[in-house]
């Protein structure tokens, strides 16, 4: 039998929502979800989605734990009104760089976080570059991890810039970076980083020659912006032409925006899994759209084909 595609989503990227419905030529699910006066979430879905494949779409950015919650009480909303097959759409999945203890009497979120959405009644997920790719295995149920490693490569490469050396900002992104650099036949620079404490970053060690190439760091995120700023001086002091910067996530917290600006950074270049505010876009700070590769993945999960195509 073929079922019922709809597509509902959270307050937390409903821009990147209507995008999406628009591609797949669909009208977004009716549902409440705001807050009663108490804070609690308050969800209500106004149409019916019984037998339905239902997609519900939600980045756990910031505010984090609300927007985190308002997936789970949609999920359940879904489950209880007999959707057939619940996909949780989490373009940017938060909590991900808790994944492992760094000291004793940690928590490791990231697989709690899996735990909730698997609990709340998800029967698959749909995610875009994880912190950490282990996390695809927190769940078990199937999870559809894309890369948006194709989208930014294809940005540079209308670009022109040539001479390239791709850069990973610490030691846990090479395996990125290496995948980024293979799409441009170019070379690789690894930055060996250290953080002092929680969100400031510090360069130790570069290993690669940059001197007279266009540099482009590749990042799955781009939080305070201290990792970035501090790559690209040790860029510049080592020769680089130009730096550029690519992340897929721009989280963007306090004066990220501004750090980058003042930055000698050519271009960021981000993608909408996380909303970017329009007074935060300008000739520094480029937002791509992963609108089309979303509701491809959406098209080809509801009509049970490979998402292979997606990752070349
Ligand atoms: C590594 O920890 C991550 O891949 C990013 O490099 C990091 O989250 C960026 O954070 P920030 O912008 O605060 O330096």
């Not at 373009?91 to 991900?96: C, D, R, S, V």
């Not at 441009?184 to 620079?189: P, V």
């Not at 510049?236 to 897929?248: D, I, K, L, Q």
């Not at 979303?294 to 049970?304: F, G, Q, T, V, Y």
């Amino acid at each position: 039998m073929d079922r019922r595609l709809q597509v509902f989503a959270g307050n937390s990227n409903l821009a990147l929502a209507e995008e999406i419905v628009a591609l797949l030529e669909i009208p977004l699910g009716k549902a409440l979800v705001t807050t009663f006066k108490n804070g609690e979430t308050r969800v209500r879905l106004e149409e019916n989605v019984r037998g339905s494949d239902v997609f519900v779409l939600q980045s756990t950015c910031s505010p984090v734990d609300h927007n985190l919650i308002e997936l789970l009480i949609m999920i359940d909303a879904l489950r209880r009104a007999s959707a057939n097959r619940i996909t949780a759409v989490v373009p940017y999945y938060g909590y991900a760089k808790q994944e492992k203890k760094t000291a004793g009497r940690e928590p490791i979120s990231a697989k709690l976080v899996a735990n909730l959405i698997h609990t709340a009644g998800a029967d698959r997920v749909l995610t875009v570059d994880l912190h950490a790719p282990a996390i695809e295995g927190f769940f078990d149920i199937p999870v559809d991890h894309l890369r948006a490693s194709p989208l930014l490569a294809s940005y540079f490469q209308g670009l022109g810039v040539e001479d390239i050396v791709v850069v990973s900002p610490d030691a846990g992104g090479v395996g990125r970076a290496n995948e980024f650099r293979e799409r441009f036949g170019a070379s690789l620079a690894i930055i060996a980083k250290q953080r002092p404490e929680p969100d400031v970053a510090e360069v130790l060690e570069m290993v690669g020659d940059v001197a007279g190439k266009t540099a482009i760091i590749i990042d799955d995120m781009i939080s305070t912006g201290g990792t970035l700023v501090e790559a690209t001086e040790v860029l510049m002091e080592r020769g680089a032409r130009e730096v550029y910067a690519a992340a897929t996530h721009p989280i963007l917290a306090a004066d990220a925006p501004q750090l980058l600006r003042q930055s000698v950074m050519r271009e960021v270049v981000v993608t909408n899994t996380v909303p970017v505010a329009p007074e935060m876009r300008d000739s520094k700070i480029k937002v791509l759209t992963i609108a089309p590769l979303l509701a491809e993945a959406i098209m080809r999960i509801h009509k049970d084909l490979s998402l292979s195509a997606l990752f070349t």
